[in-house]
């Protein structure tokens, strides 16, 4: 994923996301699981999958 058109696409699947917060997708999935909604990354689920708000977790991440 290219790092300067990021928010072209401002959903991305677990993988994607997991690059691009610099941690392992078992760790995105954990947290999911035990923390649900409370994290710090904005995720929803459609049609099975899962997906993650990048430009919105990153506002969430800059106002800690």
Same mark, same amino acid.
């Given at each position: 994923?290219?790092? %300067?058109?990021?928010? !072209? ?5 677990? *993988?994607?996301?997991?690059?691009? =917060?610099?941690?392992?997708?078992? +760790? ?5 699981? %035990?923390?649900?909604? !409370? ?5 929803? *689920?459609?049609?099975?999958?899962? =997906?993650?708000?990048?430009?919105? +977790? ?7």
């Amino acid at each position: 994923m290219n790092k %300067k058109n990021i928010y !072209d696409e401002r959903w991305a699947d677990e *993988k994607t996301a997991a690059q691009y =917060l610099k941690v392992q997708p078992s +760790t995105l999935r954990r947290r999911r699981s %035990k923390l649900g909604h !409370d994290t710090n990354e904005v995720w929803s *689920k459609n049609h099975g999958r899962v =997906l993650y708000d990048l430009w919105e +977790t990153d506002k969430r991440i800059e106002k800690i």
